[in-house]
């Protein structure tokens, strides 16, 4: 600590959202995952209000700790923080013996995210929390897959939409001399050692996630994951997703061929994201060995059966990859990169019937007590 | 909390410190604060050593909560954590049944600032905070003349270089139909209507900041405030601050008379600043009734006795006065005021051996145990 270096360039490498609340921003381009989050709310509140246990003096609190891990910049974190706030003070009101101090539950709320995250924007942003004189809202910077938190400071964790980011794209795929140096910006299952390289870093991070988390949540904590993954069998390159991935790198490659950017570059461009298989990220969580999997099944997303609009698609993926194509490729291919694929969309657009569909589950883990 | 109205909007004014690391910054330019805060890291050490009694269950812990209220953007805040956290672990290690938990100490360490402090600055130059895997920083954005924390959450509070800041200028000096309704920017201690709606005003504020953090600061807990007042019976016009103020106005009526702004606009600002007298701000803590007051004492500051360049009074008032005058006056006066003051200086240096002095003071109060 006496040692003044940033910790900005001690961490991993990190791909904010878009910042501010501009056009291209997160803010204004977080529909997809606003409608995910709109769905499993129901399915929170049930599993909070079944598995929180106000017999035992873990949760019979009249102050609670609740975190969300890779926030970004709401507002869709507001709304995930403000469900779970809601459902505890119902648990509380329909506890016989804790009814009368719902009035006074206080709760301490930790928005996290990379320290590069927009929070400015976030605080700027919050909704009346500090006027109810009940909530109290922190932000927290830093990578989530080490610890963010003391040990045993946490009730509820929460993250959404988060852990299909690498910490970094696989070794193996960045370097030229591996078997899986291939010309895939993703890993679209076709390859084997492009996979291989792909489920180890999974494997890594998701581990160092659960682990962190493990020893933040309190004994009996509770720890909600809603996200992304692949049914069993089904490779990324048959989704939808997989398919606009592709065509990114089309455009990628179409750029380097014009001269905007360099065949090097682009070659060495990997994207940090992977959709584990639904058992994969199940063995993840068991062999940690720490939660108990109280829940973990598929919820329908409310977007799943639309034919989602080209220009949706563009600005949704614009927002999101961003800040990860900007640090690789520089300031300057953003716009060009987007204007080819919102042409290359509507000359060819997505075929959603012939693509495999990927799937959202929702888990809910809870902290061993030993 | 369903109503989205951001909170920014309902919140009493806020004059943030001059964010980024440009060269006119807070970052940049807040060396007198520095000095202040290391002349009394001592007395700070001292304190919590004979304070911090490991042998009540409040104290006796392998997890600390600390706060910096008005931290603004580093690096005076860093070094202030880092103390109280060095203090701490020293506490322990001296301990002989501490001894051996000294090591396994993790802290939750807090920044406060109002919501529109630069925290994405902050965050970015945090030290190696997590790096070494003891202390978690979090960002706390609101006003600190209401709860930011919830109840008993908080062991050791801190500010310093704050409270003679008000939430707004006094109601009475801002009314034009008012007897305290005066040519003057600040309160001179020379026109009694003005100084008693100062007072009135800091009562207010001051006794708003002491029962908040009476209710967030656990039993026992203990408060350090660090700042500047004036010794009882000393006038704020004779100080050299006070000579300062009365320049920084002179500046701003002519730019009235060259029609760079209004003469209303003059006439109608007012420093929402007062440096009260010794005896009173005692009286504000004890009227609360909360705390002992377990230290409260001068402390020379460190520059004291130096003859202060004009450079750097110019740059350090420029700091830290531009959120509150670009407020009232928008952002175009800044460079022509100080461009304007620089030259009222060098002509009409301060005479620091005419100057009465202002006092630094050292308070350290233990939240009352019922």
């Not at 084997?192 to 020893?215: C, H, L, N, P, S």
């Not at 204007?339 to 809870?366: S, T």
Request: hydrophobic share 35%; charged share 25%.
């Amino acid at each position: 600590m006496a040692n003044g270096k940033p910790v900005s360039t001690l961490l991993q490498s990190s791909y904010p959202m878009m910042g501010g609340d501009g056009p291209h921003s997160y803010i204004r381009n977080s529909t997809y995952q606003k409608a995910a989050i709109e769905s499993v709310k129901t399915s929170a509140k049930k599993a909070i209000l079944a598995k929180l246990d106000l017999k035992t003096s873990i949760f019979n609190l009249s102050s609670y700790r609740i975190a969300d891990f890779g926030c970004s910049v709401g507002p869709n974190t507001f709304d995930v923080i403000e469900n779970i706030i809601e459902t505890i003070k119902l648990k509380h009101q329909q506890d016989e013996t804790n009814r009368n101090n719902h009035e006074n539950l206080e709760f301490h709320v930790f928005f996290n995210d990379q320290s590069d995250n927009d929070f400015n924007t976030l605080f700027k942003t919050l909704p009346r929390y500090h006027i109810d004189r009940e909530v109290f809202a922190c932000g927290v910077p830093g990578s989530f897959f080490g610890r963010v938190f003391p040990r045993n400071s946490l009730h509820i964790g929460h993250t959404s939409y988060s852990i299909h980011w690498l910490s970094e794209a696989p070794e193996d795929v960045c370097n030229q001399n591996s078997q899986a140096w291939k010309k895939n910006i993703q890993c679209t299952n076709l390859v084997e050692e492009v996979t291989e390289a792909y489920k180890k870093q999974f494997k890594k991070d998701m581990g160092a996630f659960i682990e962190a988390r493990a020893q933040e949540l309190v004994p009996g904590g509770l720890m909600i994951i809603l996200g992304l993954c692949l049914p069993d069998g089904v490779q990324m390159i048959r989704t939808w997703k997989g398919v606009v991935h592709e065509m990114i790198r089309d455009c990628l490659v179409d750029m380097a061929k014009s001269g905007i950017t360099s065949v090097e570059k682009v070659e060495s461009f990997n994207l940090p994201v992977y959709f584990p298989q639904f058992s994969e990220l199940k063995e993840v969580i068991e062999q940690n060995g720490c939660f108990t999997i109280e829940i973990m099944e598929e919820v329908k997303h409310p977007m799943e059966d639309m034919l989602l609009s080209n220009d949706f698609i563009t600005s949704s993926y614009r927002a999101i990859f961003h800040g990860v194509i900007e640090e690789h490729f520089g300031g300057g291919v953003i716009d060009e990169l987007f204007d080819r694929f919102a042409k290359k969309l509507n000359k060819d657009p997505v075929d959603f019937f012939k693509c495999q569909k990927d799937m959202q589950y929702f888990i809910l883990l809870k902290r061993k007590i030993y």
